[in-house]
Structures are given as structure tokens and as C-alpha cells.
Nanobody
Framework: QVQLVESGGGLVQAGGSLRLSCAASGRTFSIYNMGWFRQAPGKEREFVAAIRWIGGSTRYADSVKGRFTISRDRLKNTVYLQMNSLKSEDTAVYSC????????????WGQGTQVTVSS
């Protein structure tokens, strides 16, 4: 099992920045990908960004490209999401997830952290 704990959410004005963190514990050696997802009220959960645990290759949703950056610190077993130029439509609960690479879905999820962008 892998446990994930997010932190860093909060209230920020439009145009501002926040950095989310996700600390992994447990069987971290099994992690293949880590990702960030978000869910706004009344909407389905959507993919935001992902990073290959070994190698560090990244991918992003079109809606956040050029504004958000995903990174990881393997020594700290932590993945980050730097969010710049925030917009009101970025308001959501952000969750991190870990994938062991053996299936098509993410296997472990954090509890989520609220990000609210005021306009």
C-alpha cells in the first residue's frame, strides 16, 4: 500500500500562485507515475498533470499548460504542483494519486486539498 497526504491548498486571488505538496509513504518503491487531479463542484474529476517517478517525464492537461509545473523529490517521496497565474476556474479539490504501472488506473489516492481562487 501507498499512503498519500496532500498539503498547500488555500485561498488565493486570481493571478496568484500556490504550491501543492503530496507526501508518499509505505511501498513507495512500487510507484511508477504520480499525478494530480482536480474536481470542481458539480463537475467530474479531471486530470491535471502527471510525472514519471523514474525519469521525470511530465504531461499536462491543456488547460494548465504553461501555468502549472509538476515536479518530484524522490529522496523525500514527495510530488509538487506549482500553480501560477491562477484563474477562478482552477477552483477545485486537488488530489494526488500514485500508479504502480501494472494497470491502466491510478491505484492510490490522497484525501484532497481545497484550492479556491477568488476573482
Amino acid at each position: 500500500q501507498v499512503q498519500l497526504v496532500e498539503s498547500g491548498g488555500g485561498l488565493v486571488q486570481a493571478g496568484g500562485s500556490l504550491r501543492l505538496s503530496c507526501a508518499a509513504s509505505g511501498r513507495t518503491f512500487s510507484i511508477y507515475n504520480m499525478g494530480w487531479f482536480r474536481q470542481a463542484p458539480g463537475k467530474e474529476r479531471e486530470f491535471v498533470a502527471a510525472i514519471r517517478w523514474i525519469g521525470g517525464s511530465t504531461r499536462y492537461a491543456d488547460s494548465v499548460k504553461g501555468r502549472f509545473t509538476i515536479s518530484r523529490d524522490r529522496l523525500k517521496n514527495t510530488v509538487y504542483l506549482q500553480m501560477n497565474s491562477l484563474k477562478s476556474e482552477d477552483t477545485a479539490v486537488y488530489s494526488c494519486a500514485a500508479d504502480d504501472g501494472r494497470g491502466s488506473d491510478y491505484d492510490y489516492w490522497g484525501q484532497g486539498t481545497q484550492v479556491t481562487v477568488s476573482s
